[in-house]
């Protein structure tokens, strides 16, 4: 079983929909970050997050650390959300090596 | 700032040749990452290096090496490359611990 499992792994969904992709994961963490990856490959950093909630314009992420479950949510989806959403953790220590679940992909018609 | 850049975008290699793949980050990191992604896969971390001069192996090291020899550059190098090895490779840079990584925008080799 993988350290990170993410739900689903693929999501299609019509532009305007409100969309939660979810990340459980069953080791002890001192952060969780969400990625976005698009078409092409360029990976970029959405949110990182210890606790609680945190927004950045359509992007809301949440995470509790008692379940062990942290989950995105899109509002308002539109095609350019389309991309591959990836969940990581990071355990403890100086490196802050981070383990990555598999990646959500997302789909989002007009 | 250019962020973390990665050379060549795309490489084709024969069975047995070997390459280096070229990491650069003009933001003061110490922390950087090398990291593969295989189709279905969770990124996997190869090498990692928290500062000049030191460097760790990951998850996935057989078959690579790295140096660090200044703080901008994180050189990944395969020798004898196998088609095990085909994957897209991605750097990234940390500026400290309990920060974000930031990634470059990654090379696709493909060992034929």
């Known amino acids: 079983k993988?350290?990170?499992e993410q739900s689903p792994q693929n999501l299609t969904a019509q532009e305007g929909e409100f969309i939660t992709?979810?990340?459980s994961y069953s080791v002890g963490i001192s952060a969780l970050h969400w990625l976005q990856q698009h078409p092409g490959g360029g990976i970029v950093s959405l949110?990182?997050?210890s606790s609680g909630k945190k927004k950045h314009g359509r992007l809301i992420a949440t995470i509790n650390i008692q379940e062990k479950h942290s989950s995105l949510h899109i509002t308002a989806s539109h095609p350019?959300?389309?991309?591959?959403?990836?969940c990581a953790v990071r355990g403890g220590g100086a490196t802050n090596k981070l383990i990555f679940g598999t990646g959500t992909l997302l789909a989002v018609q007009p | 700032n250019a962020g973390v850049t990665q050379t060549p975008k795309f490489r084709i290699l024969k069975i047995g040749q070997s390459m280096t793949l070229q990491c650069t980050q003009d933001m003061n990191h110490n922390y950087m990452y090398w990291y593969r992604q295989d189709p279905g896969m969770g990124l996997k971390l190869i090498y990692y290096s928290?500062?000049?001069?030191i460097t760790d192996k990951g998850e996935v090291p057989n078959g690579y090496n790295v140096s660090r020899s200044t703080t901008e550059d994180f050189?990944?190098?395969?020798?004898?490359?196998?088609?095990?090895?085909?994957?897209v490779y991605f750097c990234a840079s940390r500026?400290?611990?309990g920060r974000e990584q930031y990634f470059g925008p990654g090379t696709r080799l493909t060992v034929t």
């Open chain 1, 47 to 49: 949110f990182m997050l």
């Open chain 2, 75 to 87: 050189p990944l190098r395969l020798e004898l490359a196998a088609p095990s090895q085909t994957s």
């Open chain 1, 2 to 4: 993988n350290e990170v």
């Open chain 1, 21 to 23: 992709i979810n990340c």
């Open chain 2, 95 to 97: 500026p400290r611990a």
């Open chain 1, 80 to 86: 350019r959300d389309s991309a591959v959403y990836i």
């Open chain 2, 50 to 53: 928290v500062g000049a001069g």
